[in-house]
T-cell receptor, first 116, second 110 residues
Framework: GAGVSQTPSNKVTEKGKYVELRCDPISGHTALYWYRQSLGQGPEFLIYFQGTGAADDSGLPNDRFFAVRPEGSVSTLKIQRTERGDSAVYLC??????????????FGEGSRLTVL | GESVGLHLPTLSVQEGDNSIINCAYSNSASDYFIWYKQESGKGPQFIIDIRSNMDKRQGQRVTVLLNKTVKHLSLQIAATQPGDSAVYFCAENFTDKLIFGTGTRLQVFP
């Protein structure tokens, strides 16, 4: 596709459940980022992939959060034992720049997660 | 002054006027800065960028100014239009990731 695609666009789950959020970056983009955005705040960095490997996962809040990018394209953000505080919009972005951020990030429209 | 959490700073301007949105960034070592526009229910959209070796960059109807001495960025929008209404974020590149500011809501009145 032409842009970054994220699915699902909306996810409602119950406290304690497991969720997966998918990101399909722009074709050929080597760098992929996950951010989390709470209401009224700026996006908060979670994790960054360069190719298949996580180059920086320092933003993951705890070990309930995990992300993979097994073939260097699609990425999945996985959240175990969800808590109400996990409710937010999860944004994915990709960039064509290799070896670190030197250009623009292209964002998807986000996956809105609501934990009841 | 700026507030945090649910209460975004808001700038209200009349259509046709110029808008100036300000941002203070955190890290002296940041070398690249971007302004993003975010409309309700959508992801952030790139507006303009600037590298730390510059102090001004112009685009179509937008200008970004960088003052490294006081770690300050501004976004100037000329002849503001209703379609410019959105939340605007500055972001700094620090250790190969973008760090976003709190954001400013721009409201344009006819």
């Amino acid at each position: 596709g032409a842009g970054v695609s994220q699915t699902p666009s909306n996810k409602v789950t119950e406290k304690g459940k497991y969720v997966e959020l998918r990101c399909d970056p722009i074709s050929g983009h080597t760098a992929l980022y996950w951010y989390r955005q709470s209401l009224g705040q700026g996006p908060e960095f979670l994790i960054y992939f360069q190719g298949t490997g996580a180059a920086d996962d320092s933003g993951l809040p705890n070990d309930r959060f995990f992300a993979v990018r097994p073939e260097g394209s699609v990425s999945t953000l996985k959240i175990q034992r969800t808590e109400r505080g996990d409710s937010a919009v999860y944004l994915c972005a990709s960039s064509s720049e290799g070896g670190g951020l030197a250009g623009e990030l292209f964002f998807g429209e986000g996956s809105r997660l609501t934990v009841l | 002054g700026e507030s945090v959490g649910l209460h975004l700073p808001t700038l209200s301007v009349q259509e046709g006027d110029n808008s100036i949105i300000n941002c203070a960034y955190s890290n002296s070592a940041s070398d690249y800065f971007i302004w993003y526009k975010q409309e309700s229910g959508k992801g952030p959209q790139f507006i303009i960028d600037i590298r730390s070796n510059m102090d001004k960059r112009q685009g179509q109807r937008v200008t970004v100014l960088l003052n490294k001495t006081v770690k300050h960025l501004s976004l100037q929008i000329a002849a503001t239009q209703p379609g410019d209404s959105a939340v605007y974020f500055c972001a700094e590149n620090f250790t190969d990731k973008l760090i976003f500011g709190t954001g400013t809501r721009l409201q344009v009145f006819p």
